[in-house]
């Protein structure tokens, strides 16, 4: 099933926000081929990070990613308007259902 | 550079069929397995599945109904996705996408209307 992300999450401008993703054993917490995307409306998402942490060319070092047992983590610091948008995190799973999204966070920059 | 194109809008009714495609270009479209992410209304991403574009062998999301069918035509690099019996929950936006670490890339999405 999908992995648990809080709906929403808020901060102020240049200030932090941190996003958890909540899985299994049998996901997040059995490897770290977790992925972040971002996604404006009616936009496809777009990468932000993979394998937990690593960031693709192009995406600013102001995101940020972490794990710890079945909980992944993205930290988007110095917030920008342009931040505001929806997050999911993405884990590798295995078994029947190779990959799994998370349910979702909706970023407000205030 | 690398991207998927897909195709347009599609408005059916229920029971009909719709089949999208998503064409590649950029990069060697033999290489990386295309995957297939759906969106609900107002709703978060959902994994339908992949289909090895080398092999041509499809693997689907566990509860995925088998009226979904993923294909390709390797002389056009280009990938299907087909909905036979369509629902009204099977109205979202359809994405296809390939992810290996870095390379990673999304079709811009096709919206699938199912009405009558």
């Known amino acids: 099933s999908a992995l648990a992300q809080s709906p929403s999450a808020s901060g102020s401008l240049g200030q932090s926000v941190t996003i958890s993703c909540t899985g299994t054993?049998?996901?997040?917490?059995?490897?770290?081929?977790v992925s972040w995307y971002q996604q404006h409306p009616g936009r496809a998402p777009k990468l932000l990070l993979y394998?937990?942490?690593k960031r693709p060319s192009g995406v600013p070092d102001r995101f940020s990613g972490s794990k710890s047992g079945n909980t992944a983590s993205l930290t988007v610091s110095g917030l920008q308007a342009e931040d505001e948008a929806d997050y999911y995190c993405?884990?590798?799973?295995?078994?029947?259902?190779?990959?799994?999204f998370g349910t979702g966070t909706k970023v407000t920059v205030l | 550079q690398a991207q998927l194109v897909q195709s347009g809008s599609e408005l059916r009714e229920p029971g009909a069929s719709v089949k999208v495609a998503c064409k590649a270009s950029?990069?060697?479209?033999?290489?990386?397995?295309l995957h297939w992410v759906r969106q609900a209304p107002g709703q978060g991403l959902e994994w339908l599945g992949w289909?090895?574009?080398?092999?041509?062998?499809?693997t689907y999301a566990q509860d995925l109904p088998g009226r979904f069918v993923f294909s390709l035509d390797t002389s056009v690099s280009t990938t299907y996705l087909q909905i036979n019996g369509l629902k009204s929950e099977d109205t979202g936006v359809y994405y296809c996408?390939?992810?290996?670490?870095?390379?990673?890339?999304w079709g811009q999405g096709t919206a699938v209307t199912v009405s009558s």
């Open positions: 996408a390939v992810w290996d670490d870095s390379f990673d890339i």
């Open positions: 950029g990069y060697n479209f033999n290489v990386y397995s």
């Open positions: 289909i090895n574009t080398n092999r041509g062998i499809p």
């Open positions: 054993s049998r996901d997040v917490g059995a490897h770290n081929f």
């Open positions: 394998e937990v942490n």
């Open positions: 993405s884990s590798y799973a295995g078994g029947d259902n190779l990959y799994v």
